[in-house]
């Protein structure tokens, strides 16, 4: 179930990932996001546009809005 302070953020470039996190690549950066934070799809493969729930706080500390 989706909380309230979570946003769809689009087109994030799937890049890899570790353990604890997603990497993914925005306007020519590469951007650590924990996989604690978010939902993604976990099918998501190397350069596939995705879109990630992530609280606003967590999009915003990260540059992406």
Known sequence: MAR??????EDLEFRTE??????IEYCGR??????SQIEWPE??????LITVEM???LAED???I
């Open 4 to 9: 309230k302070d979570m946003i769809s953020v």
């Open 62 to 64: 990260r540059g992406i």
């Open 30 to 35: 590469e951007i650590t996001l924990p996989k």
């Open 55 to 57: 609280p606003e706080w």
């Open 18 to 23: 570790t353990n604890e996190a997603i990497i």
């Open 43 to 48: 099918d998501a493969t190397r350069g596939k």
